[in-house]
């Protein structure tokens, strides 16, 4: 994955980079006007832009096209896309050097790295245990076994010595099983409000959108709305972050020979207007979960950092500074919804997608009925959604022989799914561990789906969120298609 990840790493910290040197200066020339506007920024953010002035001197004299910080982020972008090595990359500089010796380049790629690292915009190593039980992190960072199925933190290599199988780790550094990249959250949405750019479009869906009543980005949506009444302080402040986050399973390598499972992480930022938010240049990767399988019902293990993270941001903020306004501010943030195929979300809610409680709609009032020759279950009734005076409700011979009379199932809320989690224990996760699901602490008399809770249900506002797990809607244009073309066309 080192060439997924440098392109990450530097393609996200080249938009921020760009946008940020190519506004005009930020910093003024005037050395006391400087002072003062960096005595008045927060710490990270003057830090920053005293970074990014000592960016503004040119590549070489003369040069206006290139500074020598732009020239840098450029060079570690062709790095990624080429898939250039370190040895490569040294080479390449070495003679770039010979062949301009006025230029002001790294002499290596470590010195070229170390001015990127400058950014803030970097990523946090996080190792994890090979069968996802753990993370070895907070209380169990020290570790060099798993505390739930013992597997050894570090790889080892097997020897066969009398015809015995003997386990050891190898001489020098030690090399985890398996690694978490993890790229905070705080540094990202500070540097939103620090490009003169992006800051003031952070305040799109308060000041400048249109409101005539349609529906042209999720603040006209009742979720938003819902949200927005439930908690009036965080609504007052246009700063405040609206995230969602979206994730699926990926083959790296492109080649179905090689069976390979990476999840990347993904958060939406819902402040864009909608012709920026969900460009991909606008979306901040949170964290790449490596393969070679996937976590299936333990990606809540991994998610723990980024659901700390988010607590932080809702309860106390982080320290910005906007420079469209010129002031700090206490910038927090709340994760609206999750975005996924079907599969997923299983895996992000807890409820099973599968056998007869599948759809996480019509429970407790299901309609699924097990196919005789199939064995498979159909999900029927579907006229319950049509308005109470539809025809197709009276109809008996072109559906089941039956009138269809009743109102559309309820949804849950927060609070009903709240409560139904309460009488659970939370499983063991782990693929090595004792799986007994959901363990029931006393008796219940409603039928349920649920694998587990999960670690979205820490979050203290999810209760006031209508629709937080949702399919993306190219899966169900997809779904819905194919199956109303089958049956048109019998298949």
């Not at 800051?199 to 980005?217: E, I, T």
């Not at 083959?251 to 993904?266: C, I, K």
């Not at 599948?358 to 199939?374: H, T």
Request: proline share 5%; hydrophobic share 35%.
């Amino acid at each position: 994955m080192p060439g997924y990840v440098d392109w990450v790493y530097h393609g996200e910290g080249d938009d921020q980079v760009m946008e940020t040197t190519n506004t005009g200066n930020v910093v003024q020339d005037d050395d006391e006007e400087m002072y003062d506007l960096l005595h008045e920024m927060n710490y990270d953010a003057s830090n920053f832009y005293k970074l990014l002035n000592d960016g503004q001197v040119s590549l070489y004299p003369g040069c206006e096209k290139f500074s020598r910080l732009s020239f840098i982020v450029h060079f570690f972008h062709v790095k990624s896309l080429g898939g250039l090595n370190i040895k490569g990359f040294d080479a390449l500089l070495s003679l770039l050097t010979k062949a301009f010796p006025d230029a002001k380049l790294p002499k290596n790629f470590y010195e070229a790295r170390t001015t990127i690292k400058g950014l803030g915009l970097g990523y946090i190593l996080i190792d994890a245990c090979e069968n996802d039980c753990v993370l070895f992190w907070k209380e169990n960072a020290d570790k060099t076994s798993c505390p739930v199925c013992h597997a050894s933190r570090w790889k080892t290599t097997e020897l066969n010595v009398d015809n015995e199988s003997i386990k050891r780790t190898p001489r020098g550094k030690n090399i985890p099983v398996k690694q978490l990249r993890y790229f905070p959250l705080k540094p990202r949405l500070q540097r939103l409000f620090m490009s003169s750019k992006t800051a003031s479009y952070m305040r799109y869906h308060a000041k400048r959108r249109p409101k005539d009543g349609v529906l042209r980005h999720p603040v006209d949506a009742e979720t938003w709305k819902t949200f927005d009444k439930k908690h009036p302080a965080f609504a007052a402040d246009p700063h405040n972050v609206r995230l969602a986050l979206a994730t699926d399973g990926m083959n790296p390598f492109g080649n179905m020979l090689h069976p390979h499972s990476t999840w990347p992480v993904v958060l939406i930022n819902y402040n864009l207007p909608p012709w920026l938010c969900m460009k991909e240049e606008n979306f901040i990767l949170s964290m790449i979960i490596t393969g070679p399988k996937s976590t299936g019902n333990d990606i809540d293990v991994y998610l723990q950092p980024l659901i700390e993270e988010l607590k932080e941001l809702w309860d106390e903020g982080v320290e910005t500074y906007d420079i469209s306004k010129k002031e700090n501010f206490k910038c927090r943030a709340a994760l609206l919804g999750t975005i996924s195929d079907f599969p997923a979300l299983a895996m992000l809610s807890g409820w099973r997608t599968k056998g007869e409680f599948a759809c996480p709609c019509c429970v407790p009032d299901r309609c699924s009925e097990r196919l005789s020759n199939g064995d498979k279950y159909c999900y029927m009734h579907h006229r319950r959604y049509l308005p109470a005076g539809h025809h197709w409700r009276h109809q008996k011979s072109a559906f089941d022989g039956e009138k269809e009379l009743r109102e559309p199932p309820h949804l849950m809320n927060g609070d009903e799914i709240a409560q139904q989690l309460a009488h659970f224990r939370q499983v063991q996760f782990g693929k090595n561990a004792k799986q007994t699901g959901l363990t029931e602490i006393t008796p219940v008399t409603f039928e349920h789906n649920w694998k587990k809770e999960s670690i979205f249900h820490g979050l203290s506002y999810l209760r006031s969120i209508i629709y937080f797990y949702n399919v993306d809607v190219m899966h169900v244009e997809k779904n819905i298609c194919e199956t109303v073309l089958g049956t048109m066309m019998n298949v």
